[in-house]
Nanobody, 122 residues
Framework: AVQLVESGGGSVQAGGSLRLSCVASPTTYGFVCMGWFRQAPGKGREGVAVVDMKGSTSYEDSVKGRFTISKDNAVNTLYLEMNSLKPEDTAMYYC????????????????WGEGTQVTVSS
């Protein structure tokens, strides 16, 4: 089974930036879609950004223009560049992937990492 391992989370002040990484072991090969979800305390998990196998991306409205999703298949890694961070971006961020189906921030995913915490202070 493929394992997804996230890193890059941390604590920053509002307006700051972070870059999350997700390494797929042993490979990203076969995934038609990869993405980032987040879950804030007391809230449900929500899709943040996804990228399909052709490189097309889609974002949740609140992060458009601030977050950028990308992937490098050569090193089996998915990224999330987060700029202009806001306190409401505070959450556990999860890497996810799927082998078929629709690639959208509201679609279902089957493979998940354990998450990396992002905390933004005002």
């Amino acid at each position: 089974a493929v394992q997804l391992v996230e890193s890059g989370g941390g604590s920053v002040q509002a307006g700051g930036s972070l870059r999350l990484s997700c390494v797929a072991s042993p490979t990203t090969y076969g995934f038609v879609c990869m993405g980032w979800f987040r879950q804030a305390p007391g809230k449900g998990r929500e899709g943040v950004a996804v990228v399909d196998m052709k490189g097309s991306t889609s974002y949740e409205d609140s992060v458009k223009g601030r977050f950028t999703i990308s992937k490098d298949n050569a090193v089996n890694t998915l990224y999330l560049e987060m700029n202009s961070l806001k306190p409401e971006d505070t959450a556990m961020y999860y890497c996810t992937a799927k082998y078929g189906g629709t690639c959208a921030v509201r679609s279902e995913f089957g493979t998940w990492g354990e998450g990396t915490q992002v905390t933004v202070s005002s």
